[in-house]
């Protein structure tokens, strides 16, 4: 017969209990009751007392610890996977980023506010400072004219505001124009921070017209200067008895047509209109000859001059007003062109 002690049936009834305890518990306190059994210590608590089994003075003494819900467990695992870190210890990995991203959008916002700020003081400073007033206009590309007679008709103000007259330089370049003919085109370019760079293109000289013993230059455009020179010293073609600068742009965009060789033998055109034809025309020849031609067969009619030349036995006219012929001179005529032929030449000369 065995007995059983009351001591040995509280013992298998505590152990009893502690088993079903046991099954009752997370899997997260087996493995920390496992932990602290293989350490040597024995747990502070009971499961009993997690439970709510056991004595009242024990709780009050020494607070359980809170059990994890199985909720606990389905958040951690949740914020595990949506941030691909253990839930423990994630915050305090995220703190270096965090405040990283917390400097950055600060130094950002600061740049910022600076710039912001920066742009309409450095304007304040730039306008009251010397750089934003003209301090010097330089001219370049003028040939007939001089640098001062440029400046004056340009009417640049020195030492005003640069902007506002780089702005407007259309008048000032208008009124160059106006005042000097010569210039055909200008442009203003802003060098050196402070400076006007002025480029000037003038109209060339292309011939002269005869007025007494005194020649005066006809520009491109056909207009003549109103300066007198005693001789033409770019030898030119001169120009007689034009009253129209209509006229002479005329003849001269036929002129330049020509060809090289035909323009150097050339020494003069005079205008010989008559009631029934206006645009006749008379060129002295270096060679002696005379050509009578319209100002608007002038590039047409003349390219057959050398050969016509090269066939006359002497010197003579070669009309070609209508048609082309030819005719020597008159004995007494003959004398007077080759003076007058000689005078132009000397002239040229």
Known sequence: M?????????????????QTSEEQLTPWQKANLQYLKEKGDEPTWSPAVIDGQGEEHEES????EAEPTETNEQTEETSEEVSGEPANGSFADRLPKLKM??????????????????????????????LSKLAKVTVTGNRKLTTEAVLQAADFKLQDNLWSQFFHREKNQEKLEKAQPRIKRTRVAIENFNQFHLTVTEYREVAM???????????????????????????????EDFKSEKKILAVLQNYQKLTPKIRSGISQIKYTPTKSNDELLKLYMNDGNQVIVNISNLTQQMRYYPQV???????GVVDMEVGIFTYPYPKEDEETTTTSTEENTENNQ
């Open 2 to 18: 065995i007995i059983i002690s009351k001591k040995e049936k509280e013992d298998k009834a505590n152990e009893a209990e502690e």
């Open 101 to 130: 991203q917390r400097d950055s959008l600060l130094y950002r916002r600061l740049t910022f506010l600076i710039i912001l700020f920066s742009i309409p003081l450095l304007f304040t400073i730039y306008y009251v400072s010397p």
């Open 61 to 64: 003494e020494e607070p359980a």
């Open 209 to 239: 017209l005869a007025k007494g013993n005194e020649y005066s230059p006809i520009l491109e455009n056909g207009q003549v200067m109103d300066e007198t020179l005693k001789k033409d010293e770019q030898n030119l073609p001169i120009l």
């Open 309 to 315: 030349a090269k066939d006359m036995k002497e010197k």
